[in-house]
């Protein structure tokens, strides 16, 4: 279910179009980074000052939620974290660009309630790199949904531009509109694990039309920040009942755990 191929000439061509597209935009709007709007080489780059405060998250990672371990956490070539040694989540990997805190914290949430869909280019580049393992495999991309009340006050759904940079840079085609929220949700931040997971119950559906195109299928779901897993889990089990034959997810920032600083 990839993209068509467009042939060599054609390549060509819309790499040419894009360039052109890019240095009319620059010119109308001159590149500025996205968390400081200091000026920059090209659009979508962070700048030099800013980049430090960022925390990326890199290797080595535990093979099924992507949180950094510590070399005493693998075992056996495997490295899993303890969470996931107790209870692995129902996804089988989870990958994000940077730990949720500091410039990233903001970035995240000036896309979401500040109206800066623009931001999602940087943000959905970064993400299709830190999960090109992910959508080597992958059949389609789905974004996790918001209610209805939410996407209507929102004007967008920050999971859905985000999908829709990834499927640009990656080649593998965006679903925006497979997976539905059946109704709103109380804020999980303060629930235990086992109250998240009771509220979430039935809280997706995939919509009846992508069923038979689901079925099958290798799914990367997409989403801003990966916080408990609760959310997504859920998104798996929607998944995994249309037929889905593997979920992998793909953020741009996760919450760490207690033991991470962000000082």
Not at 7 to 26: E, F, H, I, T
Not at 141 to 166: E, F, H, T
Not at 221 to 237: K, N, R, Y
Request: hydrophobic letters at 50%; one cysteine or more; aromatic letters at 4%.
């Amino acid at each position: 279910m990839r993209a068509t191929a467009l042939s060599p000439p054609w390549q060509a061509l819309a790499r040419s179009g894009a360039r052109v597209a890019r240095l009319a935009m620059d010119a109308l709007i001159p590149p500025s980074c996205p968390v400081c709007d200091s000026p920059v080489a090209a659009q979508g780059l962070i700048c030099p000052a800013c980049f430090p405060l960022f925390r990326p998250i890199v290797p080595p990672l535990c093979e099924a939620c992507g949180l950094p371990v510590a070399m005493a956490e693998i075992h056996s070539g495997r490295p899993v974290c303890p969470a996931c040694a107790s209870r692995r989540p129902l996804f089988r990997r989870a990958r994000a660009v940077w730990l949720y805190g500091g410039a990233a914290k903001d970035l995240v949430l000036r896309l979401k309630y500040a109206d800066r869909e623009d931001l999602a280019l940087p943000m959905g580049r970064l993400m299709a790199r830190a999960g090109e393992a992910l959508l080597r495999e992958a059949d389609l991309l789905i974004p996790v949904p918001l209610n209805l009340r939410r996407l209507l006050a929102r004007g967008y759904n920050q999971a859905a531009v985000l999908a829709r940079v990834v499927a640009r840079m990656s080649g593998v085609p965006a679903a925006v509109d497979a997976l539905r929220r059946t109704r709103a949700t109380p804020p999980l931040a303060d629930l235990s694990r086992e109250e998240r997971e009771a509220s979430l119950i039935d809280a997706f559906v995939v919509a009846p039309r992508w069923r038979a195109r689901i079925a099958g299928r290798r799914v990367v779901l997409i989403d801003d920040v990966l916080t408990s897993g609760a959310t997504a889990e859920a998104c798996t089990d929607a998944l995994f009942a249309a037929g889905a034959a593997s979920v992998d997810v793909l953020a741009a920032a996760r919450t760490p755990p207690p033991r991470f600083s962000l000082a």
